[in-house]
């Protein structure tokens, strides 16, 4: 069938480059490329993928994407409905609000629960999609109820936060890939508002400090992973082990950098020596040197210390993803 979708879709794009469109300023083209700016916007689009038999990858702030060179042969959907309205403690905002605009605008509120997300360079969509979290506090904390669309019936949703079932980087959306995000209702504490801003630049100097934010990345290669670990030899050999143990969770970089990884280079991917768990992207990195950076860290950690790691960062246009 030929695909009509051009002239179903005004404002729709043919061959986008996709790492113009991703922190890791790696990726090629999509097939077509269409920005939501409004949840019509998007109802229309999504309808239009269907008609023309097209499939659709959902876009943020691509900040936790890896996408191949090959880019995505259907259409891009870039999610940019990005309205804020707060009252009382609540707000309502759009799944393209910006993380960090958030949090400085309920910070001007007053409103206490999303200091940690500032910084990050990802849509409130996105974290919503993976639970981001950051300094013991995840964006599941602040939501009450989500708005969804279906991309196979059309259904609009309301979720509670029962329905979203967040887990560890995780919730329905990661699961079902069907749903797109329009909206979230969300619920914060009072605070002085001094209070707030010195917690955002507290969190801001440790990012500066401790991620290699000058590079191009997709933050955290992996999810840390929540266990603890037995073996006696290993806690003998590497005594952190025992404090991380307490917690509960140990730092994927921590087990990346004591493999032996820290700084090594595939190509113009590196994982970095600042901080482990990011990859970085040098400057022309191809995305199949960061993919074999990241299973090599995968077999390595898995040797040295039999623990699997999860791949926190989503996989574009390869074999095995969309
Ligand atoms: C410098 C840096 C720092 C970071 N710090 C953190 C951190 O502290 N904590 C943390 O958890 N993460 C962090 N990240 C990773 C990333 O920014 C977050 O995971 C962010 O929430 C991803 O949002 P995004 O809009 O960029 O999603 P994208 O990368 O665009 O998409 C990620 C996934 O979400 C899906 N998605 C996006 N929007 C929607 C929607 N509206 N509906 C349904 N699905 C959707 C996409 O299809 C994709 O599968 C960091 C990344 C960078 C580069």
Known sequence: MKENILQKLPGIQKKVLLKDYATYKIGGPAKYFFIARTKDDLIAAVKAAKKSKLPVFILGGGSNLLISEKGFKGLVIKIDISGIKFQGNKAVAGAGAGLTKLAYL???????????SAGV???????????????????????????????????????????????????????????????????????AIKEIKNKINEFLEYRKTRH????????????????????????????????????????SGFLIAKSGLAGKKMGKAQISE?????????????????LSLMNLA????????????????????????N
């Open 121 to 191: 360079p990802g849509t409130l969509g996105g974290a919503i999609y993976g639970n981001a979290q950051a300094f013991g506090t995840k964006i599941c904390d602040t939501i009450e109820r989500i708005e969804a669309i279906n991309l196979k019936t059309l259904e609009l949703k309301s979720f509670t936060k029962k329905q979203c079932q967040f887990s560890l980087k995780n919730s329905i959306f990661k699961k079902n890939k069907n749903w797109v995000i329009v909206s979230a209702d969300l619920i914060f504490q009072n605070k």
């Open 212 to 251: 290699p934010i000058d590079f191009p990345s997709a933050g955290s290669t992996f999810v840390n992973p929540e266990l603890k670990i037995k073996n006696k030899k290993l806690l003998e050999k590497f005594p952190e082990l025992n404090e991380y143990n307490k917690k509960g969770v140990i730092p």
């Open 298 to 321: 995968k077999e390595k950690v898995k040797k040295n210390f039999g623990i699997t790691l999860e791949t926190e960062v989503q996989l574009v246009g390869f074999k095995k993803s």
């Open 106 to 116: 309920s910070g001007d509120n007053g409103l206490s629960g999303l200091e940690w």
């Open 274 to 290: 600042k901080h482990s768990n990011f990859i970085i992207n040098l400057g022309g990195a191809k995305a199949k040197d960061v």
